[in-house]
């Protein structure tokens, strides 16, 4: 019974199941080598299934990470190819859901269209990815100018000056951060 005992009460004494010190807790429970060995080896195919199911992948990069982790490349390829040809996998998708998530996180087009080319897109996948892409680039400018730099940005040339160069590492092009700051080199 609980509190029969004045040891019930300690830290760390007891059968408190699951304690963090590991005292009381089923022994194969763990992440240890004793619960790995109960699981079977994953196929290329379930490790490439896993990844897709976190987020997408370009089939280029699905392969490398494939082959980083030891797998042999002639079966990750299979894999890669099967997951292709199933509709698991789809560098069109791949490719629209990048360019809404960096635009969103605030990135521009040019920065886009590089990280797409690194995926192995050939540079048609890249226009078409960029098209689907319904935003408008120089009122994101603005808006991320407005955000970090605050409203009267245009008013002062360091601070414009700042802004250009913030939204030029951030990927966006001339006519965007002309647009969000007002910021022409030659003034």
Do not use: C
């Not at 920065?111 to 080319?117: K, N």
């Not at 995926?119 to 970090?148: F, I, K, S």
Request: aromatic share 4%; charged share 35%; glycine share 14%.
């Amino acid at each position: 019974m609980h509190g029969d005992s004045p040891d019930d009460d300690a830290p760390g004494i007891g059968s408190g199941a699951g304690d963090r010190d590991g005292i009381g807790a089923d022994p194969g429970a763990g992440p240890g080598p004793a619960r790995r060995r109960g699981r079977p080896e994953q196929t290329p195919l379930q490790r490439a299934l896993g990844l897709l199911a976190r987020r997408e992948h370009s089939r280029k990069e699905l392969s490398r990470k494939l082959t980083s982790r030891g797998l042999d490349a002639g079966q990750v390829e299979a894999a890669v190819g099967r997951l292709a040809g199933e509709g698991w996998q789809d560098d069109k998708r791949f490719a629209e859901s990048l360019v809404r998530g960096r635009a969103g996180s605030g990135y521009g087009p040019v920065r886009i269209r590089a990280e797409l080319v690194t995926h192995g897109l050939d540079r048609e996948a890249v226009a078409r990815a960029m098209e689907t892409y319904e935003g408008d680039w120089a009122e994101n400018a603005r808006e991320l100018v407005q955000r970090r730099f605050g409203p009267g940005v245009t008013e002062e040339l360091n601070l414009r000056r700042k802004a250009a160069d913030f939204l030029m590492r951030r990927g966006f092009d001339g006519a965007s951060v002309r647009a969000a700051t007002r910021f022409d080199p030659d003034d």
